[in-house]
Structure formats: structure tokens, C-alpha cells
């Protein structure tokens, strides 16, 4: 099935900073898109289009287009839609917020990845909530496709925005193939870790830094159980995004706590793959996200999780026993201590499984093509 000859501008300018998942989002869903359609032209536009080239140079139907504008106010309102009319695309997709300015011959996608800082207000300042929530809100009910990431967002969306359910596509988000093909062992992968970073038999959690993400409850729990006199190091990645207290604490440690707790801002994408598969453990007690791709990736790499059952993590109940309210800090610090003891007796095999089975690119790729084609026919 192919989605005839229509062009999609795409606007990619978060391939201009630092890795986060919209980057993944974009990349992947895009990746398996292009595959399947080769009659689809996809405009990339971005202020460095040659890192978008880097993803999807293989396919002759995608295009770039260099953004002028510095500023996102001018991006979004001004130069955009003037690239969406010479262009004379049949859509045009967004993340979170889309031209007030709009073609009427084109279609507008929008996904919106979450709304969170709805329902943890105090996470987030009112200046950024305030901005969000008009734009976002402005965006949903004005654009064409309503996109989310996971059935959590959906719903909260709805509720927040008063947007009938229907009328909310989920698209969510998924494993990158390279993952289910990463042919290393975990004795090569920790041998690796240990040669470029010095780092051996490690806890692992990957996120940003920011309050809602909850790396101080597993810091202090490594801290409070002494789990260093155990062996263990504890490895977070993840750049500094909200001030959470976290440095603070590392930095009141004594030196020989502090010697075992690795903070990388960032590591490129195969050194990332061997820290996921190094682990020993990979432990996620976020409380709050609008998917969590992380605790998924260490799992289909065979690696023992704990993972919060909170927001769209629910959803991830492959993860049980180890699988927690992240309010609950006694029964976090129990099944801290319990899956290092039991990592090995649990059914990592199943778990990458259920994970292959259910969260896959093309399938959500799928999705997308399947609705704009409905529209269209």
C-alpha cells in the first residue's frame, strides 16, 4: 500500500541540538516510512540539514531544506509556511506545535508526545506550563492529524484539551531495529566499558536529568544500602536538563561512595548500546513520562529491568514483579535489593520478546500511512 504521490514537509530542526527521543521519533518512524513508499517525497527542513542527511541519505525521495531563521517564533510562524506554499506540500507534520498560518491544500500533522506538565504541575514552572498549554492546545484542535506516543497521552490529551478520543491517532514509539540486531555479548560488551571507561559490574539508568526523571531516589537508595561495598557502580546518563538536586548530593558524598557513581552527559549511539548490554541491572523510577523508549531498549538487549508502573509506563507489564510505584520507596529499595540478587533467574528472553512483538517502528509507521491514506481515499 502506498500513499500515491503526495510530499510531506517534515520539520526536523531538532536534529539541530542534542539527542532526545523526538529525534528518535522523527528518525525512525521516517526511516520505515520512506521504505515503503517510494512515491511519498519527503522534505526534511532543519538549520543543519546535514545531520538529517546522515539518517536518511539511502533514499532518493527524501530532500532537505535549510531553515534561515535562528529563532523558533520565526521558524515556526514565518519562514515555514512560506516553505509548505512554494513547496506545495499535501502535508506537513510537527512536533507539539504547528503554523498559525495555515495552506489550505495542505494537511497538518501534529504529535503531541505528552502533556505532563499538566498533571505534575509543580515540575514545571507556570511560565512554561502557560506557553505550552496555549500552543499545544491552539496546535491539537487546529491541525489535521492529532498525533501521540502512547495510550497514556491520549487520554490525557482528551481530557486536558476536551478532544473526542477518536480523533486522537496514536503512533507510538518503539525499538530501533539496530538494537534487536546488536551482535555483541554482555562479556564483550562490560569488556568494552571497561577498556574506554574504566567502569565494571554497574547499575545503569539512561534519561535526562530533571526532577521528574527520580534518579535521586536511586541514588540514595545505591547510597543507603552501600551497595559500592557490594561491587556495583552506578552509571547515569543523561544531560542536565531541570536542576534536581542530584550534583548536590553526589558532591556531599564521601570519596569512597563518590568514586563508584559515573555521571556521562552523553554517549554516542554504539557506546550506548554496550552500556545497555554491559549492565548488570538497568533500573528506571521516573514518574512521569509520556512514553519511557529507555527501560525498553536495555530490555530487548537482555538486560535485567526494574521498571515504574507510573503514566505510560504502565503499559509495561512484561517488566512484573519488577514493576513499581515509584511513590512506594520501601518496596523500590526491596526490588532494588531482590533483582540484584535474582538478575539471573528472571526470563530476559520473554521479556525482549513481548518487546519485539509489540513495539516495532514499522508497525507504527503503519499506522500513519493507514490514516493518511483513509483521509485521502
Known amino acids: ?42 522534505y526534511f527542513g532543519a538549520n543543519m540539514p546535514e545531520n538529517v542527511k546522515k539518517h ?29 506554499d512554494n513547496l506545495r506540500c499535501s502535508h506537513a ?12 491544500k495542505c494537511k497538518y500533522i501534529v ?38 506516543v ?27 531495529k539496530d538494537y534487536f540486531d546488536f551482535d ?4 564483550e560488551s562490560r569488556a568494552y566499558i571497561s577498556k574506554n571507561y574504566g567502569i565494571q559490574k554497574f547499575i545503569l539508568y539512561v534519561s535526562r536529568i530533571e526532577p521528574r526523571k527520580n534518579q535521586v531516589l536511586l541514588l540514595k537508595t545505591f547510597v543507603n544500602e552501600k551497595l559500592w561495598q557490594r561491587g556495583y557502580s552506578l552509571v547515569l546518563i543523561g544531560s542536565m536538563t531541570l536542576e534536581s538536586g542530584l550534583l548536590e548530593l553526589i558532591n556531599n558524598l564521601d570519596k569512597e561512595a563518590k568514586s563508584a557513581i559515573h555521571w556521562l552527559a552523553q554517549v554516542d549511539s554504539i557506546n550506548l548500546k554496550h552500556f545497555l548490554n554491559g549492565a548488570e541491572v538497568f533500573i528506571y523510577p521516573s514518574k512521569a513520562e509520556g512514553f519511557g523508549i529507555p527501560p525498553l531498549e536495555a530490555a530487548s538487549l537482555f ?19 519488577y514493576f513499581f510505584d515509584p511513590d512506594n520507596k520501601d518496596l523500590f529499595v526491596k526490588l532494588v535489593l531482590d533483582i540484584l540478587d535474582n538478575k539471573d ?33
Request: glycine share 2%; hydrophobic share 40%.
Open 184 to 187: 555483541f555479548s554482555k562479556k
Open 303 to 321: 538486560t535485567p529491568v526494574l521498571c515504574s508502573n507510573a503514566t505510560a509506563m504502565i503499559d509495561f507489564d512484561f517488566f512484573k514483579p
Open 111 to 148: 504529535t503531541i508526545h505528552d502533556i505532563l506538565f499538566n498533571d505534575f504541575p509543580k515540575e514545571f514552572s507556570i511560565l512554561y506550563r502557560l506557553k505550552r498549554n496555549l500552543l499545544f492546545y491552539l496546535s491539537a484542535k487546529n491541525c489535521d492529524f492529532l498525533l501521540t
Open 345 to 377: 533467574n528472571i526470563n530476559v528472553a520473554e521479556i525482549h520478546t513481548a518487546i519485539k512483538n509489540k513495539y516495532t517502528w514499522e508497525q507504527t509507521a503503519k499506522v500513519l500511512l493507514n490514516n493518511l491514506i483513509k483521509v485521502n481515499d
Open 93 to 104: 507534520h510537527f512536533q507539539y506545535t504547528i503554523p498559525f498560518r495555515k495552506n489550505k
Open 1 to 42: 500500500m502506498e500513499i500515491k504521490t503526495y510530499s510531506i514537509f517534515v520539520d526536523a530542526h531538532v536534529f539541530d541540538g542534542e539527542f532526545q527521543g523526538t529525534l528518535t521519533y522523527i528518525k525512525e518512524l521516517y526511516g520505515e516510512f520512506l521504505k515503503k513508499n517510494n512515491n511519498a517525497t519527503i
Open 56 to 84: 536518511f541519505h539511502e533514499f532518493k525521495n527524501a530532500e532537505y531544506i535549510k531553515y534561515k531563521s535562528k529563532t523558533s517564533l520565526k521558524r515556526i510562524f514565518f519562514e515555514i509556511p512560506k516553505i509548505i
Open 150 to 176: 502512547s495510550n497514556y497521552s491520549k487520554k490525557k490529551i482528551s481530557e486536558h484539551y476536551k478532544i473526542d478520543l477518536e480523533k486522537i491517532i496514536v503512533t507510538s514509539n518503539a525499538v530501533s
